[in-house]
Nanobody, 124 residues
Framework: QVQLVESGGGLVQTGGSLRLSCKAS???????MGWFRQAPGKEREFVAA????????YYADSVKDRFTISRDNLENTMSLQMTTLKPEDTAIYFC??????????????????WGQGTQVIVSS
């Protein structure tokens, strides 16, 4: 399994932007990559996913048109550009990877490899 490390979290005001990064220990070209988040007292939820080459992306309705997922298979990194942040975006954000996709619903989970997470706090 690939090892994943997130970075880029922090404290931002409502309406601000942050860019999260996920660095993999090996090649990610054979992995579908995704972002999940977990807010205090809530279950972990899907945020976004991107196909192996980046041609297909999927988003949770709550972040659509505000967040953009991207990947660089040469650098073995994935990013999540977050704009127009809201207090309800406050959560720990996790990077995830998986290899097997049999249907579009598989992009939403489950995933095989996970990072440790990076905290995002959006102040009101």
């Amino acid at each position: 399994q690939v090892q994943l490390v997130e970075s880029g979290g922090g404290l931002v005001q409502t309406g601000g932007s942050l860019r999260l990064s996920c660095k993999a220990s090996g090649r990610i070209s054979t992995y579908v990559m995704g972002w999940f988040r977990q807010a205090p007292g809530k279950e972990r939820e899907f945020v976004a996913a991107i196909s192996w080459g980046g041609a297909r992306t999927y988003y949770a309705d709550s972040v659509k048109d505000r967040f953009t997922i991207s990947r660089d298979n040469l650098e073995n990194t994935m990013s999540l550009q977050m704009t127009t942040l809201k207090p309800e975006d406050t959560a720990i954000y996790f990077c995830a990877a998986k290899t097997l996709i049999e249907s579009p619903s598989d992009y939403y989970g489950p995933y095989d490899s996970w990072g440790q997470g990076t905290q995002v706090i959006v102040s009101s």
